[in-house]
């Protein structure tokens, strides 16, 4: 099923095309209208220039008219390989449809409304016959019920002409044409962007993500450059001042050579200050009841940090480099800014 995008703003012409696998354009003059086009022209051959194939308004009061803004059209430097021109249905339509076949040019018959609409420019070999979906459901109809009569048609009579399932209100409105087996779907860009989303897609991408994280990122490639730590013969009062500066929620307990002996956390001032009384804040480190830490070195996978997390149900690691402490690790860093 071919996939052609429809609107007239350029940005979203650009952004679009740049997914490399769109089969065209579709414009009208109201889309120009409404972005505040006056150079037709000048448009139509800017976006000839941007995309594979552009479907185009050819208007006339009769075939004669039509025929001849077609071939205006061309000598603005159109290529006829590339372009293919829309004409409302109608008696007059269908004639210059024919002609403009015969000519060897691509013609979309549009606005239509009836299988018996859709019959006509079948016979008149049109390129395109394209139903209104949204715009029939808007008005009560049977748009869907249209669209499977008109690709039965063209199976069934063996007629030339694609199918255009067009006036695309809502995701599902492409479920349906590709249900309906239609040969072409125009699609606003508002549409087509949410058509890759689920959520279920969303959160499998991050599991796989997240695994492939834990399974070839380091230790040392995820903690933070400060090191907060701290020497038993600091307070209480110094572990805040080195937590409240750097945001911290913990610090490393170190000895003189820089080996961890215990981690001071919030949660461990808070314990502490529920049970004892007196100068809380300048109580030395050293005089607190610290166990060891659980540490990890730095050239250990997050994998198996992560282990270590579950298994010993806690929230932050000690990370050692040849024992020495070189910072920390918070269980929140297992997972990437990116998810």
């Not at 490399?20 to 109201?30: E, N, V």
């Not at 450059?225 to 110094?238: C, F, G, R, V, Y």
């Not at 610090?251 to 961890?260: F, N, P, Q, Y």
């Amino acid at each position: 099923m071919e996939l052609y995008l429809d609107s007239a703003d350029i940005n979203e012409i650009e952004r679009a095309f740049e997914l490399g696998f769109l089969d065209g354009l579709t414009t009208t003059p109201t889309f120009m209208h409404r972005h505040g086009i006056t150079d037709i022209d000048g448009m139509i051959v800017r976006l000839a220039g941007i995309v594979p194939v552009l479907q185009i308004e050819a208007l006339g009061n009769n075939a004669d008219e039509i025929e001849n803004e077609a071939l205006r059209l061309l000598d603005l430097g159109l290529d006829k390989n590339k372009t293919v021109f829309k004409i409302p249905v109608s008696l007059e339509g269908t004639k210059a449809c024919r002609r403009l076949i015969a000519r060897g040019m691509m013609v979309n018959v549009h606005l239509v409304y009836t299988i018996q609409q859709a019959y006509l420019a079948m016979s008149a070999g049109a390129t395109y016959v394209c139903p209104l979906v949204g715009r029939l459901q808007d008005q009560g109809h049977d748009a869907l019920g249209l669209i499977r009569q008109c690709v039965d048609t063209v199976n069934y009579y063996g007629y030339n002409s694609k199918i255009m399932f067009s006036s695309v209100r809502t995701v599902e409105h492409v479920r349906n044409a590709l249900d309906a087996g239609v040969h072409t779907i125009t699609v606003p860009w508002k549409i087509m962007k949410v058509l890759a989303d689920n959520h279920f897609t969303t959160i499998g991408t991050q599991q796989f993500i997240e695994h492939t994280r834990l399974m070839t990122v380091k230790v040392g490639d995820v903690i933070a450059s400060q090191n907060p730590t701290a020497t038993l013969n600091e307070s209480i009062k110094d572990c805040l001042v080195t937590m409240t500066s750097g945001g911290y929620g913990a610090v490393s307990v170190i000895d003189d050579e820089g080996k961890a002996v215990g981690i001071f956390t919030d949660g461990d001032l808070r314990r502490y200050m529920s049970t004892n009384q007196g100068d809380v804040a300048n109580t030395k480190l050293s005089a607190l009841n610290l166990q060891p830490p659980k540490s990890i070195e730095s050239s250990a996978l997050l994998e198996e940090a992560s282990d270590l997390f579950k298994s010993h149900q806690i929230d932050t690691l000690v990370v050692t480099e040849n024992k020495k402490v070189v910072g920390m690790l918070d269980i929140q860093d297992l997972v990437s800014d990116t998810l």
